[in-house]
């Protein structure tokens, strides 16, 4: 491929996002893998790994804010967890293969031989390196925007999926039922702990007054209580407590 059909490649991809970018050698390194620096004698040529540092730090940060921004009623630990769920390898190279971004990367010989354009891994820090890029070039407001955009589909899915979000939200939808229906207050209780310090079973009871309405237990104290809020809401609605 001639450099002026490289350019318009570059061109294309970058415009469909409709980002007017303005420094094409910043752009241009993003797309430049290690094996290919390894391979060309030319000092001035940068691979795309240092953007990559930076993106990495960057997609986390939009996504923190996204998260924290959309769920108020989950605490740090979910909020962690729902970002690793977003933000991995895994869904990086699923990302960045939807771009197409392997397309446009430049491989050292072997690298591309051994199917270096469908490695997850390469694919996952070609996307982090464009973030940085694009972070770089237009600033925050520009890549906040890029990264919502090629999110958006995964992030959404986040409040129709019970299995992850509908987990991490028992205790504060249990709270609010308590206060409507109850002069008591809820308050959960260690029962047990059993196990070796690395394999530790909490088991946690969830209590309104004296009552208990529901037992929960698992590996951590925030997970066992989840599991006994889960439990008492069960117990509520079967009372005729509606949320």
């Known amino acids: ?51 990559e540092f930076l993106g990495d730090a960057v997609v986390e940060l939009v996504i923190s804010d996204m998260l924290y921004r959309r769920f108020p009623m989950l605490d740090e630990g979910a909020l962690t967890r729902l970002r690793a769920s977003l933000v991995n390898k895994k869904i990086l190279a699923l990302l960045a293969k939807e771009l197409s971004l392997g397309d446009l990367l430049l491989l050292g010989k072997g690298e591309d031989k ?29 890549v906040d925007g890029f990264i919502r955009e090629v999110f958006s589909e995964r992030f959404d899915r986040l409040n129709a999926d019970d299995k992850v979000v509908g987990h991490f939200d028992f205790k504060p939808r249990l709270q609010e039922l308590v206060q409507r229906n109850f002069t008591s207050k809820l308050r959960y209780r260690l029962k047990d702990s059993s196990g070796p310090a690395h394999e530790k079973v909490f088991v946690v009871e969830a209590i309104v007054g004296e009552e208990v309405f529901g037992q929960g237990s698992a590996g951590s104290k925030k997970e066992a209580e989840q599991s006994a809020a889960k439990q008492a809401l069960e117990a509520l609605k079967e009372r005729g407590y509606e949320e």
């Open 1 to 51: 491929m001639s450099e002026d059909d490289r350019r318009k490649k570059l061109e294309s991809f970058i415009g469909s996002f409709s980002i007017e970018f303005s420094d094409w050698a910043l752009l241009e390194r993003v797309f430049i893998h290690s094996s290919y620096v390894n391979e060309v004698i030319d000092d001035s040529i940068e691979s795309n790994e240092r953007l």
């Open 114 to 142: 051994d199917g270096g354009r469908e490695n997850p891994s390469v694919l996952s820090d070609t996307l982090e390196a464009l973030v940085g890029a694009i972070f770089m070039d237009g600033g925050f407001s520009v």
